[in-house]
């Protein structure tokens, strides 16, 4: 009996901190699915068998659904699901926008804290499913 590795939907339009950010998650042991933009991030949703265990979403891209969008749509799939808005804007710009089971990084930070923070919203989350069922 093997244990899956967690599932993770990566959408981030920089191309370098899309590679920096996924190589990073992938060393720590997430599968990770990548996507650079809202539309491609909502066809992947549509598409990944089974669902993610998380979304790291970039919140703003040049067109298309920006990150909030692509994080309801990932909810609606899979209610609590945790998603980890990034911007390099101000965080009071995006307050308005706070969701439960969500938080948000301010570019630039380390990688190690992106990894750090996706494995602990996971587990937080199956400690809530295992809580509440």
Known sequence: WRVMPDRVLLVEGDELLGVLFELALV???FMVTRARNGWEALSKLAEEAPPVDAVI???AFN?????WQVARRARAK???LPVIYMTGGRADEWAP???PMGVLLL???????????????IAA???GERRFA
Do not use: S
């Open 27 to 29: 060393e720590a042991g």
């Open 57 to 59: 979403t970039d919140v």
């Open 63 to 67: 067109e298309g659904p920006d990150g």
């Open 78 to 80: 899979c209610k609590g």
């Open 97 to 99: 926008q706070h969701v």
């Open 107 to 121: 570019k630039p930070f380390p990688v190690t804290q992106l990894v750090e923070m996706v494995g602990q919203m």
């Open 125 to 127: 989350g199956r400690e």
